[in-house]
C-alpha cells in the first residue's frame, strides 16, 4: 500500500527557532494535511492543501504541496513551548476516496524554554 | 475540542471477547471515519460511512465491523479479541467525502 517518509522522526530545539519538517510518498497524493497530537488527545487539524504548489500559513504555521504531488512541507517559525507534540502529515487520494488518508509516522517535537 | 465524541474513554477486555465503540460526528458532518492507532502501524485508516453507507475500506480485519446510524452516530465493532488488538481507536468526522478530517479522543482498547 501507500506509505509517507516522514522526517525527521524527532526534533529538540530551543524556544525562538524555527522547525521544518517534510513528508514524501512514492505515490502521488491529490491533497496533504498536517496535523498536531497531544499525549492522550486525537489529532487536530492543523492546515489542509489542495493544489499541486500551494502553499498556505495558519499562524506561525506554512505547510506547501508539492508541485510533483509526492511531498509536502510543514514550517513552524518562532516555536514556543507550547508547539510540543506529535505532527503527522497525511495524503488523501482524492475522488471518491477523499477520505481514505495515509498517515505518516509522525515528527515528536520538543521545544526547550 | 472537535465536537466529536467517542464513548468509552478507556476500554479494558480479555482476549475472545467483544466490544463496541461508539462516535458520535461534529454536528452537520455526514462521514464518519475509524483509524487504529498503535506504536508499531501508526495510524491507519480502517473504514469510512458517509450517510449511513459504507464509501471506503482500509486494512479493517474481518472481525472488526462498522456501521452508521440513521442519526448519523457510528459504532466500531471489534470480536475474537487478540492482545495484538489493544490500541487507540479514534473516530474523525467531515461534512462531505472532505479529507479535512476532525477527530475525537479516541477510546484506549487494551486486550488482556
Known amino acids: 500500500g501507500q506509505q509517507l517518509n516522514q522526517s525527521p522522526q524527532s526534533m529538540f530545539i530551543q524556544e525562538g527557532e524555527d522547525v521544518s519538517m517534510n513528508c514524501t510518498s512514492s505515490s502521488i497524493f491529490n491533497t496533504w494535511l498536517w496535523y498536531k497530537q497531544e499525549p492522550g488527545e486525537g489529532p487536530v487539524l492543523l492546515i489542509a492543501l489542495y493544489k499541486a504548489g500551494e502553499l498556505t500559513s495558519n499562524g506561525r504555521l506554512t505547510a506547501q504541496f508539492g508541485i510533483t504531488r509526492k511531498d509536502s512541507f510543514l514550517n513552524i517559525s518562532a516555536s514556543i513551548p507550547s508547539d510540543v507534540g506529535i505532527y503527522f502529515c497525511?495524503?488523501?487520494?482524492?475522488?471518491?476516496?477523499?477520505?481514505?488518508?495515509?498517515f505518516g509516522q509522525g515528527t515528536i517535537l520538543t521545544v526547550h524554554p | 475540542d472537535s465536537g466529536v465524541t467517542q464513548t468509552p474513554k478507556h476500554l479494558i477486555t480479555a482476549t475472545g471477547q467483544r466490544v463496541t465503540l461508539r462516535c458520535s460526528p461534529r454536528s452537520g458532518d455526514l462521514s464518519v471515519y475509524w483509524y487504529q492507532q498503535s506504536l508499531d502501524q501508526g495510524l491507519q485508516f480502517l473504514i469510512q460511512y458517509y450517510n449511513g453507507e459504507e464509501r471506503a475500506k482500509g486494512n479493517i480485519l474481518e472481525r472488526f465491523s462498522a456501521q452508521q446510524f440513521p442519526d448519523l452516530h457510528s459504532e466500531l465493532n471489534l470480536s475474537s479479541l487478540e492482545l495484538g488488538d489493544s490500541a487507540l481507536y479514534f473516530c474523525?468526522?467531515?461534512?462531505?467525502?472532505?479529507?479535512?478530517?476532525?477527530f475525537g479522543p479516541g477510546t484506549r482498547l487494551t486486550v488482556t
Open positions: 474523525a468526522s467531515s461534512v462531505g467525502y472532505g479529507a479535512e478530517q476532525y
Open positions: 497525511a495524503g488523501g487520494p482524492g475522488g471518491t476516496s477523499y477520505g481514505k488518508l495515509t
